[in-house]
Nanobody
Framework: QVQVVESGGGLVQAGGSLRLSCTAS????????MGWFRQAPGKDREGVSC????????YYADSVKGRFTISRDNAKNTLYLQMNSLKPEDTAMYYC?????????????????WGQGTQVTVSS
């Protein structure tokens, strides 16, 4: 049984930092691309970042480029999202997903396994 579990969310002031983690079990982690997605209240889910199986290729949404960094540790079956210079508009539920597609479009199509999400709230 595949399990994807996010952690690291919380409440932070604007300009602060958070590091999200995502651990996947029940699958061969390095067979999958991994992605971070987010959904704010009343808005559609959007792609934030994704990373290929080896970590050699990454993509970011324009809104987070230069502030967020995605990485993975295949030995630990763990995905990370370092979020710096956080803004109130980054407030959302953040989801981790495992799939087979990672490109600049950051589509959620092709992601087979999803976590339950971790809430990030940025106060102004």
């Amino acid at each position: 049984q595949v399990q994807v579990v996010e952690s690291g969310g919380g409440l932070v002031q604007a300009g602060g930092s958070l590091r999200l983690s995502c651990t996947a079990s029940g699958l061969t982690f390095d067979d999958y691309t991994m992605g971070w997605f987010r959904q704010a209240p009343g808005k559609d889910r959007e792609g934030v970042s994704c990373i290929n199986w080896s970590g050699s290729s990454t993509y970011y949404a324009d809104s987070v480029k230069g502030r967020f960094t995605i990485s993975r540790d295949n030995a630990k079956n763990t995905l990370y999202l370092q979020m710096n210079s956080l803004k109130p508009e980054d407030t959302a539920m953040y989801y981790c997903a495992a799939g087979m597609l990672c490109d600049s479009a950051l589509r959620d199509y092709g992601y087979n396994y999803w976590g339950q999400g971790t809430q990030v709230t940025v106060s102004s």
